[in-house]
């Protein structure tokens, strides 16, 4: 009689397919925030003197310290990746909660931002379209619209941090198994690099 393999049930792995999936979520976000840059380009270059008016009001200290932090962050999220590589499950477990406290110092940051924003009267509300004509609206929309939807992004991505940190606390990821923990790692960067264009549009204008 000839010998036959079993096959595997359920438990086969398919890790290239996985980072290929995330690749094309990430080109998805990608083509996402590439339309609403070439609208920023198009209404900067018909409303410039009043794009840089209103931007003489964004708070350059607060954006500054927030690219250091999302830069920072992705250090700490290469360290975590490279630390569960090698098998030290405790320090990217470390690498992790501190790429996840500087998410949420990014968010609390930007709250107080906004906050300061809205408060001098800078909203997207009736009175701020009204100068629409002049662009300022339309800068207040576009500010408030992109660096809100990139907030969004940070949020989700502290999420899938900390479902990481608990996965490897729970022995779901080692150094044999680590995909999830990477394809993470990619959506934190990719949301660090949009910042990185986000920033000079907004705060270095003026």
């Known amino acids: 009689m000839g010998h036959y393999k079993i096959p595997n049930s359920g438990h086969n792995r398919d890790d290239e397919g996985s980072k290929m999936g995330m690749w094309l979520f990430l080109f998805t976000e990608i083509l996402l925030f590439g339309g609403l840059f070439l609208v920023y380009a198009m209404y900067r270059y018909l409303y410039f003197d009043a794009f840089k008016i209103v931007s003489e009001h964004m708070d350059i200290k607060l954006g500054a310290i927030n690219t250091v932090i999302l830069i920072t962050s992705s250090l700490t999220v290469a360290l975590s990746i490279t630390a569960i590589k090698k098998g030290h499950k405790d320090f990217a477990i470390f690498f992790l909660f501190i790429t996840i406290i500087l998410a949420w110092g990014f968010v609390i940051n930007k709250y107080f931002e906004w906050s300061a924003h809205i408060h001098h009267g800078l909203f997207m509300g009736k009175e701020a379209f009204n100068n629409l004509a002049q ?72």
């Open 135 to 206: 662009g300022e609206g339309m800068f207040l929309f576009l500010y408030y619209f992109m660096t809100g939807l990139h907030g969004v992004h940070v949020l989700v991505g502290a999420i899938l941090l900390m479902v990481v940190a608990f996965r490897i606390m729970s022995n779901h990821q080692n150094e044999t198994k680590y995909t999830f923990h990477e394809n993470s790692g990619l959506y934190w960067h990719l949301v660090d690099l949009i910042w990185i264009y986000l920033f000079p549009l907004f705060y270095l204008l003026h």
